[in-house]
């Protein structure tokens, strides 16, 4: 469901990564911020979908941080490396970090 719904929309993908701020770098949390705001009403239908693993959340970033690693060379991304970055908790986990190519 997840790798489908970013597929079908890869040009507005691209567009969110292109507008994401810094240098070129930025994380998953960075992504999912504008992804969500742009797509508010999918990603709630996401996470009621996994809602019974007790870890909607965590599920949901993980695929859509799969999804990103999947498909880099159609995203104009690489990977950098894993760095802390404040969740939607706000608790900091190690995650995966991307560059624009």
């Known amino acids: 469901m ?19 701020k810094k240098d070129n770098e930025f994380s998953s949390h960075d992504f999912i911020e504008k992804f969500t705001q742009k797509y508010e009403a999918d990603y709630i239908e996401m996470l009621v979908k996994y809602k019974s693993t007790g870890k909607a ?33 706000g608790t900091d986990n190690k995650i995966q970090w991307w560059k624009k190519t």
């Not at 997840?2 to 994401?20: A, C, G, P, R």
């Not at 799969?66 to 498909?71: K, P």
């Not at 690489?78 to 939607?88: D, I």
């Open 57 to 89: 959340f965590q599920t949901v970033h993980r695929l859509i941080a799969l999804h990103l690693s999947l498909n880099m060379p159609a995203l104009h991304i690489g990977k950098t490396k894993r760095k802390p970055s404040e969740n939607v908790f």
């Open 2 to 20: 997840i790798d489908s719904f970013l597929k079908q929309h890869q040009k507005e993908i691209v567009n969110i990564i292109s507008n994401l």
